[in-house]
């Protein structure tokens, strides 16, 4: 009795037969709309900093230098996956990928540095891409322009933004750490 | 004799303790998941254990949280010697959404020395099994830092400086 019962077991096994995936041997493809490791494109990125004014777990950071430089830096240890960044970006220069595979023994591993050039705003001086739809441009046309002397006194330097304690601090970027 | 034997037929069999420090449990599932006949780990001889005293692993899963951080440091500390720590999902590697909150330590690198990341949110039960047979080397890394450059200064940006300047010449013109 003991013994037909195994037998009918391993008969009822045996049916459907073997259904471990041999996953780390083989590729297993994902589902379709899964969300992996963003991917930036340098051509595409205007350098609006869409992606990181709604990042959930702020994993990107902007930063600016030297008025022509734009460094964008994605930090992909605390990043949720959400798909936010890829969705208000304007130029879909962010697409979610199918990369999922990111174990590492380091967290750097994952980080993706991106630099940009970009034009210095004549009224503010800070960082602008160059685009035929863009606001300033639209300012500029209305009469919004550098050479009004009158105009000249209240615009603002790059410079004067920033502190020397906040440059200091951004000088090297690190993952905040408690 | 035997003993070097069993040694060399069976490497690496990883006993894993499963520690939830203020996860939602998303993680877990995933963790439970590959414990299944589906994704089946024990091929690699690694088994769920329920005391970190019988444990050569501590899979973390969640931000530590405050009340759990001394908790987490106890069961670590009751893992024998040659132990790992796998940061499981993206509350442990770096944080999450959770990383400078008041009552968050901001990831279990803060908590314990953690050996090995695997982030998702939650990771696809495929890449925790991959991040073990990453520890098991059974596969090689693919994970790099990403350095993006624009190599050139786009040249249109001369060109609309130069209409820009010449933009008055047909008042110009006009003027004769």
């Known amino acids: 009795m003991w013994l037909t019962s195994k037998i009918k077991q391993i008969l009822m ?19 379709k709309d899964f969300r992996g490791q963003p991917a930036w494109d340098h051509h595409k990125c205007v350098g609006c900093g869409g992606c990181a004014a709604h990042c959930p777990a702020r994993t990107i950071l902007v930063r600016d230098i ?31 990928t199918e990369q999922f ?32 739809t863009n606001m300033i441009d639209k300012m500029e046309l209305k009469g919004f322009r550098y050479d009004h002397l009158e105009m000249r006194a209240v615009i603002p330097k790059a410079t004067e933004r920033f502190d020397a304690k906040v440059l200091e601090a951004t000088e090297r970027y690190e993952r905040p750490r408690t | ?79 024998p010697a040659p132990k790992l ?25 803060t908590a314990v020395p953690v050996n090995y990341y695997v982030p998702g949110c939650p990771p696809r039960p495929e890449a925790i099994i991959y991040g073990v047979a ?20 786009p040249i249109d940006a001369y060109e609309r400086n130069k209409a820009w300047e010449e933009r008055n010449v047909i008042y110009e013109l006009l003027k004769h």
Not at chain 1, 13 to 31: I, N, Q, S
Not at chain 2, 145 to 153: G, H, N, W, Y
């Open chain 2, 85 to 109: 720590v796998f940061g499981i999902g993206s509350c442990a590697v770096g944080g999450g959404c959770w990383f400078d909150t008041y009552n968050v330590t901001g990831g279990a690198a």
């Open chain 1, 66 to 96: 030297c008025q022509e430089l734009r460094i964008m830096i994605y930090d992909g240890a605390r990043c949720a996956y959400c798909g936010r960044c890829a969705d208000v970006c304007p130029e879909d220069a962010i697409v979610m």
């Open chain 1, 101 to 132: 595979e990111l174990a590492t023994g380091d967290r750097d591993d994952i980080t993706v540095t991106m630099e940009l050039f970009m034009l210095t705003c004549q009224r503010c001086g800070r960082c602008y891409n160059m685009e035929t």
């Open chain 1, 13 to 31: 096994v045996l049916k459907p037969g073997v259904v471990t995936l041999k996953y780390p041997f083989e590729p297993r493809p994902v589902a």
């Open chain 2, 1 to 79: 004799m035997l003993a070097k034997l069993c040694k060399k037929a069976f490497p690496r069999s990883l006993w894993v303790y499963h520690c939830n420090s203020g996860a939602c449990n998303g993680c877990d599932i995933e963790i439970l998941n590959i414990l299944t006949p589906y994704y089946d780990v024990e091929r690699f001889g690694i088994k769920l254990v329920g005391s970190p005293r019988h444990a050569d692993v501590m899979l973390l899963s969640g931000a530590v949280t405050r009340p759990t951080l001394p908790l987490v440091k106890k069961a670590y500390e009751a893992i």
């Open chain 2, 134 to 153: 990453l520890a098991l080397g059974l596969v090689d890394k693919k994970a790099a830092p990403v350095e993006l450059k624009q190599v050139e200064f």
